[in-house]
């Protein structure tokens, strides 16, 4: 089931994640479906808040980035394969350079701005079987993976930017709560 995406002004995407243990209702379900709306959206990576849950769940595929041909053969090959569901994450570590990044977001459709990050990471996370994993990335995926979990502590990606642009963006950003924005999925727009 294709679930809406909660917009940019909904109290939802401001809240701290709470964990989740695996007796939480209908998880599988949940996951499925939060599939199958990102892949509708043709997002790379979805939040639970994004559907209205305040929960420590994410979920990443980064493979629509693998036909960029501007990539490395070697980094294609890793983001065609990195699809995986992120329960109750933690960031161990951030390093390397920081990097800029043109980051979109589907709760903030149609706003492309460059955020800078680190370019590795260590995350230590549940995957859907609740069985722990550490892992490191690095490079696109990484930065996929830093900005969902962003989510789950309550930062968007506008948050990140210089206080011209987010002064330039305001009015934009008024009118995606309202719902005055041109979208071809299904969304929640909170004042509207
Ligand atoms: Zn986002």
């Given at each position: 089931?294709?679930l809406?995406i909660?917009?940019?002004?909904?109290?939802?995407?401001?809240?701290?994640?709470?964990a989740?243990?695996?007796?939480?209702?209908?998880?599988?379900?949940?996951?499925?479906?939060?599939?199958?709306?990102?892949?509708?959206?043709?997002?790379?990576?979805?939040a639970?808040?994004?559907?209205?849950?305040?929960?420590?769940?994410?979920?990443?595929?980064?493979?629509?980035?693998?036909?960029?041909?501007?990539?490395?053969?070697?980094?294609?090959?890793?983001?065609?394969?990195?699809?995986?569901?992120?329960?109750?994450?933690?960031?161990?570590?951030?390093?390397?350079?920081?990097?800029?990044?043109n980051?979109?977001c589907?709760?903030?459709?149609?706003?492309?701005?460059?955020v800078?990050?680190?370019e590795?990471?260590?995350i230590?996370?549940?995957?859907?079987?609740?069985?722990?994993?550490?892992?490191?990335?690095?490079?696109?995926a990484?930065?996929?993976?830093?900005h969902?979990?962003?989510?789950?502590?309550?930062?968007?990606?506008?948050?990140?930017?210089?206080?011209?642009?987010?002064?330039?963006?305001?009015?934009?950003?008024?009118?995606?709560?309202?719902?005055i924005?041109?979208?071809?999925?299904?969304?929640?727009?909170?004042?509207?």
């Amino acid at each position: 089931m294709v679930l809406p995406i909660m917009a940019y002004g909904s109290p939802v995407l401001r809240k701290m994640g709470v964990a989740i243990n695996k007796d939480y209702p209908e998880l599988s379900e949940l996951i499925s479906n939060m599939k199958e709306s990102m892949k509708n959206a043709r997002g790379v990576g979805l939040a639970a808040p994004q559907i209205g849950k305040a929960i420590r769940l994410f979920i990443v595929d980064t493979s629509p980035f693998s036909e960029d041909e501007e990539l490395s053969e070697e980094e294609r090959e890793i983001l065609k394969n990195f699809n995986k569901i992120f329960i109750n994450p933690k960031i161990l570590n951030e390093e390397g350079k920081d990097w800029a990044f043109n980051e979109g977001c589907l709760s903030i459709p149609n706003i492309n701005e460059d955020v800078v990050r680190k370019e590795t990471l260590t995350i230590e996370y549940f995957d859907e079987n609740f069985e722990k994993q550490v892992e490191t990335i690095n490079g696109l995926a990484a930065r996929v993976v830093q900005h969902e979990y962003d989510h789950i502590e309550g930062i968007l990606f506008t948050d990140k930017l210089s206080s011209l642009k987010k002064r330039l963006l305001k009015k934009k950003l008024g009118n995606i709560s309202k719902g005055i924005v041109d979208v071809d999925y299904k969304m929640k727009f909170p004042k509207k």
